[in-house]
């Protein structure tokens, strides 16, 4: 087999990487990277893409160059599937790019993730027709090679790990994952039942170089949560990733200690509800103390799509905004800053906050000015409450040892050069593009 990491081997996002027997060619992921390639301070979401030709995207960076991937190129042969890990923009935000004749798989899990992200948020990832969903552990043949899909603990829901076999070789790659979320028991499942004779493993290091960061358990975080808001007289409103289940069940059940009303937004809402596990906290599972919140941003998108029964369904349950003034200091409340004038109309109890559970970063771009500003015109006090999707060194080092790879190869990570002080001589670092035979 040969394995190529097209992007990934310098930086956090942007993942893609090649593996190909003898008649087939196999991609994974393909991500939007974090930064434009050409000015690294520059966040690439800042750079328009519309208008440029697929060979101008290529030349800029933007593409990794990878031959019958995309179409706009030519006629090379294609490659024979695209694998997608999971649902974050920094793994399938270029998929667009990707010729539609070329099968995806996919995780069940994160198929309806991506439908749900196109009609909120507009992220499409193409028109594929051709599609495999994927089971855990459930084996699929590509040409001649096989894949076997792991469900990994991450802060994507229904994330996933590859193993490849072909030609008496094993590269398994670990996507993104983490051992301290609500889904770690299936990080306990690899550690205890480890795939057999890898050669290769590919293992993702975000957290390499953050060793001294803090990092709470779901648990922990769900605790932390709710003694800050019992100590709170106002309004709890908190930002986090819709598709973030693990997230929004930590804040639930952060709610359920300190007693408000809990009120999704319409996108989180939908998400949960599609993705129909009994267990989440949505009122069309029974619980009866969520409310999901109309608003008038969401409710314009949803017809846009001709999807109004995403919020018909929720009208036995929906919160008014009078109720939702009525509730006041007891409720809890998912905040988007699209939705900032309509809670201004509604009115903001004195000694209100904000939980922020996202990666710190994103709150000092200018994007989250206008947050910052309502926070300011009301005084509320804004809180970061967050942990990380990613292994912490110590998990790392546990999935190494009971892996047991002849060699470990590091992606998804800004320091590949230390993973040899951890894991010793069976790292091997890999420049992108470079080809390494397996």
Known sequence: MKLIIHRGTHEIGGTCVEIAAEHTRIIIDLGMPLSDPR??????????????????????????????????????????????????????????????DIRIFLGEDTDKMLQAAEIFQGDRIGEHDDKV???????????????TPFLVDHSAYGAMAFLA??????????????????????????????????????????????????????????????????????????????????????????????????????????VLHELGRKSLPVPTNGFKDVKVLFTHHFMKRLSIYNMKHWYERWRTYEISPAALQRAGKKAFVMFRDSSAHEFEKTGIPKGSMLFYSMWSQYALEPSFEKTRAFLDRHSIE???????????????????????????????????????????????????GEALAV
Request: overall charge neutral.
């Open 39 to 100: 000015d690294k301070s520059k966040k690439l979401k800042d750079f328009s893409l519309r208008g440029k030709t697929v060979p101008e995207l290529i030349g800029d960076g933007i593409l990794p160059k990878v031959s019958g991937l995309y179409w706009g190129v030519g006629k090379e042969k294609p490659v024979d599937a695209v694998l997608l890990s999971h649902p974050h923009q920094d793994h399938y935000g270029l998929f667009k790019y990707v010729l539609k």
């Open 382 to 432: 804004f809180k970061e409450m967050h942990t990380s999707g990613h292994a912490v060194l110590d998990d790392l080092k546990r999935f190494a040892d009971a892996m047991k790879p002849e060699t470990i190869v590091p992606i998804h990570t800004e320091y590949p050069n230390e993973y040899r002080q951890h894991f010793g001589n069976k790292v091997r670092c890999l420049h992108d």
């Open 133 to 147: 969903l994927l089971k855990d552990r459930e084996p699929v043949t590509i040409g001649d090679i096989k894949i």
């Open 165 to 270: 076999e072909a030609e008496g070789k094993k590269i398994f790659y670990s996507g993104d994952f983490r051992g301290h979320g609500r889904k770690k028991a299936l990080f306990e499942k690899l550690i205890e039942k480890p795939v057999p004779g890898i050669d290769v493993l590919l293992m993702e290091g975000t957290m390499m170089g953050r060793q001294q960061e803090d990092t709470w358990t779901e648990d922990e975080l769900e605790r932390e949560i709710s003694n800050e808001a019992r100590v709170h007289e106002g309004m709890k409103l908190f930002i986090c990733s819709g598709q973030n289940v693990d997230r929004l069940v930590t804040f639930y059940r952060a709610a359920k200690r300190s007693g408000p009303v809990f009120v999704l937004d319409l996108y989180a809402a939908n």
